[in-house]
Structures are given as structure tokens and as C-alpha cells.
């Protein structure tokens, strides 16, 4: 069974904090993604990486930034927290360039970010 | 822009009855169509998915029914049990060089026993 973890499932931080988001998969994928969740909005991408040390921008990559050091974990950094960040984020990780069963994206179980 | 559109947000079926979640997509480039489901505190999880070579797929009670010249395909859940109360998200993207799902904005079952 593939396996997304992520670091915290709840986190409450200040405004101006610099904040960490964690993800190891297990399963050796080449790729990893960050989204954010919100009511309404369905599942935004932030940010994915195709590789160690390679990231490409997502749809809403302002105010984040991410690091990938390891083929297994996927960091996703809020530089200056703001509360305009409170959300659910979720990582998933997939393997291959195709799309289809085989190639499906697993997701974490997210983490909670509350920033007052 | 959103590229794909999902309604109702929001659905409330009786047990047994059936559920009916709607998506239309703007990229014709898109080839292929994964429904997702999440349960409250988990991660979304791929639930069945349909290329537009085919007009349905059935995989037990859930069907996906898709119309190629009108963008649109949706998510039958027949015989909905309470079991199936859960967030469902569509999603699309292409086959080859394929990295980014794009997803609708989800619509929250709720199954009445």
C-alpha cells in the first residue's frame, strides 16, 4: 500500500511566522505535489515537483515556497504566514509522466493550518 | 479560470436513492476524467475514472457517464448508502506528460438513512 504522511494534522500558528509543511511517501514516486483545500474551491495546486531539487509552480504558488532534498519528502514553506493561509493542505505523490490507474496521485491526510 | 466546474456543491439523497454529481470541462486537450471521494479527516482517494473513448463506465454502484461533444461527464451513485456520505471531487488532465490533475470545486454527499 502506497502511504502520504504528513508531519502535523493540525497546526496553529501566528501571522508572520515562518511555517513548515512535511511529506514522505513511500513508494519511491518521482513526483509530489502540494494543494491547498478550501469550501467552495475544490483542490488548488501550489506547487509539484517532478524530481529532486526540481519544482514547478501550480496555480497558486504566491507566498509559498518549496523543497524537495530527497525523493521521498516534500516540503512546503510559508515564508510569512497570513491568515488569508488558514486552510487544509494536502500532499499527494505519483509516479510516471502518464495519467491513468497506474498512475494515480495518493494523497496525505492533510494538515489543518489555522494562522490568527 | 476554473477549467472544470462541479455542481451541486452541495447533496442530499435518501438512502437508496441516487446521487447525480455534474462536471463540465473547458480543455479539449483533456483525456482523461478520475472521480475522487474523501471522508472527513483523510485524503482524497481515486474512487473510478473514464477516458472519452467511452460514453459510461460502471464499476458497481458508481457510473461515470460522459458526453465528449458537450465537455460534460458526470458521477451516478445508484442504490446511495450512508456509507457513501463523503466529499466527491472530478478532476481531469492529459495522458502523456502528465503531472497536474485539475480539479472541480467538490460536492459534499450527505446520505439521509
Known amino acids: 500500500d502506497v502511504k502520504v504522511t504528513q508531519s502535523s494534522r493540525y497546526l496553529v500558528k501566528r501571522t508572520g511566522e515562518k511555517v513548515f509543511l512535511e511529506c514522505v511517501q513511500d513508494m519511491d514516486h518521482e513526483n509530489m505535489f502540494w494543494y491547498r483545500q478550501d469550501p467552495g474551491l475544490g483542490l488548488r495546486l501550489i506547487y509539484f515537483?517532478?524530481?529532486?531539487?526540481?519544482?514547478e509552480k501550480g496555480d497558486i504558488p504566491e507566498g509559498y515556497s518549496v523543497s524537495r532534498e530527497k525523493k521521498e519528502r516534500f516540503s512546503l514553506i510559508l515564508e510569512s504566514a497570513s491568515t488569508n493561509q488558514t486552510s487544509m493542505y494536502l500532499c499527494?505523490?505519483?509516479?510516471?509522466?502518464?495519467?491513468?490507474?497506474?498512475?494515480?496521485?495518493?494523497f496525505g491526510p492533510g494538515t489543518r493550518l489555522t494562522v490568527t | 479560470q476554473q477549467q472544470v466546474k462541479q455542481s451541486p456543491q452541495s447533496l442530499i439523497v435518501q438512502k437508496g436513492g441516487i446521487s447525480i454529481i455534474n462536471c463540465a470541462y473547458e480543455?479539449?486537450?483533456?483525456?482523461?476524467f478520475p472521480w475522487y471521494q474523501q471522508f472527513p479527516g483523510k485524503g482524497p482517494a481515486l474512487l473510478i475514472a473514464i477516458r472519452p473513448d467511452v460514453s459510461e463506465k460502471k464499476e458497481g454502484r458508481f457510473t461515470i457517464s460522459f458526453n465528449k461533444s458537450a465537455k460534460q461527464f458526470s458521477l451516478h451513485i445508484m442504490d446511495s448508502q450512508p456509507g457513501d456520505s463523503a466529499t466527491y471531487f472530478c478532476a481531469a488532465t492529459v495522458t502523456y506528460g502528465a503531472q497536474k490533475l485539475v480539479f472541480g470545486q467538490g460536492t459534499r454527499l450527505t446520505i439521509n438513512p
Open positions: 515537483s517532478y524530481d529532486v531539487k526540481m519544482k
Open positions: 499527494a505523490s505519483k509516479k510516471g509522466r502518464l495519467a491513468g490507474i497506474s498512475y494515480e496521485q495518493y
Open positions: 480543455n479539449t486537450a483533456f483525456d482523461y
